[in-house]
């Protein structure tokens, strides 16, 4: 079981007015703000994570804020699609409150033999409120509006959309043990029994779609899970030898990471449980303070200067 992907860790998307996209998530979806760090790579712009009390794998949703960033277009090369399992009879509630806060949200329909609820963040992002066939038992955070009976419990499902599947789906069930479990015409349900949560990708193949863009409002990468670093790097190892271009091992702070580009044009992301994000703060402290990376500590005062207001 060690040496398995064990369903989703995380998935990364951009955003636009960092602001927004906190007041959505926190406020109206219910989730928990983790960790207010920034990005690696870009120290004057956030990166926010959001799940439930202790930021367990397969319920991190992170992003990116840039601020003025143009909106992206979901399409072929992309996880476009995010689903959240949630109990079964909280679509009421939850339409009901789409609709308190202004939220753009579609009517209940069916795949794959599931009830989901459609809607988009601020930026357009595409979610999914999902009733799972099988209980989903774990426990959600929760806050005074969004409480147990209703709150989302994490990832059920991501889908990709590709215009060509085959390659894609190779790597799931050849590398990362996943099983094919349901078609529907072009689309397609993968699964592992290694986790019963977040354990779900599906893919959509569409050979005449167009290729997504980069933007507020779409999805950077999705990341699988495992169990620890040396899991991580046996991975490694074994997606090296057919042939893909992987990164080194990367230190994330909260976990170590590999990532690389699966053919359909999708960035996958390898990453682990340990530490966790309870190494910089308390889990009861989770999220309440700007926490750097400790390369950009010095310069705090200047970055803290540039970052917009979160309040």
Do not use: C
């Amino acid at each position: 079981m060690e040496d398995r992907i064990l369903g989703l860790h995380h998935i990364t998307a951009i955003a636009n007015s960092a602001k927004n996209n906190l007041d959505f998530y926190t406020k109206v979806l219910g989730l928990r703000l983790l960790k207010k760090t920034v990005n690696f790579d870009d120290p004057g712009t956030y990166h926010l994570y959001y799940g439930d009390e202790a930021g367990s794998p397969g319920t991190i949703l992170t992003f990116f804020p840039y601020q003025g960033a143009r909106r992206g277009k979901a399409g072929a090369g992309m996880a476009t699609h995010i689903g959240y399992a949630v109990p079964e009879g909280s679509f009421d509630f939850w339409m009901k409150r789409f609709e308190e806060h202004g939220v753009s949200y579609g009517r209940p329909a069916e795949k794959f033999g599931e009830q989901y609820l459609p809607f988009q963040d601020p930026d357009g992002l595409l979610l999914e409120l999902v009733i799972p066939k099988n209980a989903d038992n774990r426990r959600p955070w929760e806050t005074d509006e969004v409480k147990v009976e209703v709150a989302t419990k994490g990832f059920h499902n991501v889908t990709l959309t590709l215009q060509k599947a085959e390659k894609t789906a190779a790597i799931l069930t050849d590398i990362f043990g996943y099983t094919l479990q349901d078609q529907t015409g072009s689309s397609y349900r993968y699964s592992t029994d290694a986790v019963e949560g977040a354990n779900i990708i599906d893919i959509v193949e569409n050979p005449n779609i167009g290729r997504g863009e980069g933007g507020a409002g779409t999805n950077h990468h999705i990341a699988f899970r495992v169990k620890d670093e040396e899991v991580l790097m046996r991975f490694r190892e074994k997606i090296a030898s057919k042939g893909f271009n992987i990164t080194e091992k990367i230190d994330r702070n909260y976990f170590y990471s590999l990532y690389f580009r699966e053919p359909g044009g999708v960035l996958f992301e390898i990453a682990t449980d340990n530490p966790g994000f309870a190494t910089d703060e308390s889990v009861e402290e989770l999220g309440k303070k700007l926490l750097l990376p400790p390369q950009y500590e010095p310069h705090r005062a200047k970055i803290e200067a540039v970052l917009p207001s979160l309040v």
